[in-house]
């Protein structure tokens, strides 16, 4: 329920940051909402934070670099590619993680994940598929990003369990917040002022959309698998259609609602019918930084 909820929350954003992203550009709107993701954390947590080892702080910067790789690839492949297109190929990593997982640990996902990932497939490519689909190179982009969130998904609930969850949220965000603004500075002309859209963006994303969503994703993983987690996050294309619909007048075709339909059936058949619904490493962090 918790992973629904921060699914929720990132398919409920995705209409103020399109309206955002026309007046700021996609790297420095990145900086900006991970590092008041990252001062919001820090301002919590400092005084339990534990001292950071040289494996904490390479495992949260490598986690970081997969997350950023996935919000740039999406976000510049969007430029050459359509919405429809980019939301089926992002929703690939729910096939990427199992077939990395099995891939990792000789081990093929069991017979209900395997059906929550065919029928959430398929419904991911009736919500956002057109009538017609064709390939371009904003569509290799997107799918650069599928693989980033899928290892960004992998690399969390393998090192979650073993580290201190709030300190290794603050370094993953952290590390996409310089990264952005580094990337920002080569490429992007700072805005002369902040529109009330993008302020109104910032104030959604940076804390619930970022700060608590990825807090809640490196403490959950401890208890679930990775190929459930994925699986959870393919509702996040019904959230950001039903949220199209509420505040941008968007309406959903019959096939759409049918596409919906089919993602929550493979949530439910890969949750109700697991029959792993442990963490895949097995291990638990015992609250001072190491894992037993």
């Known amino acids: 329920m918790a992973l629904l909820g921060v699914s929720f929350i990132w398919g409920a954003t995705f209409v103020v940051v399109k309206n955002a992203l026309s007046s700021i550009g996609p790297f420095y709107f990145l900086g900006i909402r991970f590092m008041l993701a990252f001062l919001f954390l820090l301002a919590i947590y400092w005084r339990s934070l534990p001292k950071i080892s040289w494996s904490l702080l390479l495992a949260g910067c490598l986690i970081g670099i997969f997350l950023f790789g996935g919000y740039a690839f999406q976000t510049v492949g969007l430029q050459y590619t359509t919405a429809s297109n980019a939301g089926f190929i992002t929703g690939l990593s729910v096939v990427l993680v199992p077939a990395f997982h099995a891939s990792l640990n000789r081990k093929a996902p069991g017979l209900s994940a395997t059906a929550g990932i065919i029928l959430s497939v398929l419904g991911l490519g009736l919500l956002s598929l057109e009538e017609s689909w064709h390939l371009n190179p904003g569509d290799a ?28 949220a603050i370094i993953q965000i952290g590390t996409v917040s310089l990264v952005s603004f580094l990337l920002g500075a080569a490429t992007e002309t700072w805005p002369r002022h902040f529109t009330p859209s993008v302020w109104l963006a910032l104030l959604l994303t940076a804390i619930p959309a970022t700060a608590l969503a990825f807090l809640i994703q490196n403490n959950v993983q401890r208890h679930t698998s990775a190929t459930h987690t994925a699986i959870i996050f393919t509702t996040e294309p019904v959230f950001a259609a039903i949220s199209a619909y509420l505040w941008a007048g968007e309406v959903l075709s019959l096939r759409q609602v049918f596409g919906c339909a089919l993602i929550l059936a493979g949530m439910l058949v890969a949750e109700l019918g697991s029959e792993d619904r442990g963490c895949e490493c097995g291990r638990r962090y015992n609250g001072r930084g190491t894992a037993y």
């Open 141 to 168: 982009l997107v799918l650069l990003c599928a693989f980033c969130f899928a290892l960004h998904i992998i690399t969390v609930g393998h090192f979650a369990p073993s580290f201190h969850p709030p300190t290794l």
